[in-house]
């Protein structure tokens, strides 16, 4: 049962517009929200969180915004550059133990 | 430099036998995850330790085993039992609490059973 949802497998973006990725999670009990970037053959890296008493983060270009009611989370980059091609994953923490649950990733193209 | 170390990047193994897959960290970080990470599955976690000497299952550890025996080392066996090995597999370590808690990822391991 996935708890954490990327329903778009991929989004194209030109290059100085927004890029808008959304993510929805179904467990009331995630505290913590974070998004990682990803290359093919590579690690995870992280990009910015956002913990559940807030409801936006920004960190330079990127944004988090999250909608605890809507349980919904998005990044938003602005603007977008091709090297922010690449894959994104959103994942969560629940509030209790330190199981951090990912979602199956949103692939992105910035097309210059 | 701190960072978690992944070996080999690269394995290959017969079916039926069974692969350690090793990851080091330096950052002092007290947990410790294996990932899995299958086209268009997303990243599944196998097993995470918060404490040397203890860890627990996550969703998908069947045919897996692990062990930490010391805080900076978190193995993992693919064992002849998992029926479908191959894929890319991921270690991480984080803090328990307070800042900078979030994983940290390694490069990765690219484990091939034919």
């Not at chain 1, 690690?43 to 920004?58: A, M, Q, V």
């Amino acid at each position: 049962d996935q708890q954490v949802k990327q329903n778009s497998p991929s989004l194209s973006v030109q290059e100085g517009r927004i890029s808008i990725l959304n993510c929805d999670y179904t467990n009331s009990m995630f505290d913590y929200f974070l998004w990682y970037k990803k290359y093919p053959a590579e690690g995870p890296t992280f990009l910015i969180s956002i913990s559940s008493i807030k409801d936006k983060n920004e960190d330079g270009r990127f944004t988090v915004f999250l909608n605890k009611s809507a349980k919904h989370l998005s990044l938003h980059i602005v603007p977008s550059q091709p090297g922010d091609s690449a894959v994104y994953f959103c994942a969560a923490r629940r509030n209790t133990g330190n199981q951090f649950y990912f979602g199956t990733g949103t692939s992105l193209t910035v097309i210059p | 430099d701190g960072g978690i170390t992944q070996s080999p990047k690269y394995l290959f193994r017969k079916e039926g036998q069974n692969v350690t897959l090793s990851c080091e960290q330096n950052l002092n970080h007290d947990a410790m995850y294996w990932y899995r990470q299958d086209p268009g599955q997303g990243l599944r976690l196998i097993y995470y330790s918060q404490i040397v000497n203890d860890f627990q299952k996550g969703d998908i550890a069947e045919g897996y085993s692990v062990s930490r025996e010391k805080k900076e080392s978190f193995p993992l066996t693919v064992t002849s039992a998992q029926k479908n090995p191959t894929a890319f597999y991921l270690c991480a370590s984080s803090y328990l609490a307070g800042n900078g808690y979030e994983p940290y990822f390694g490069p990765g391991t690219r484990l091939t059973v034919t």
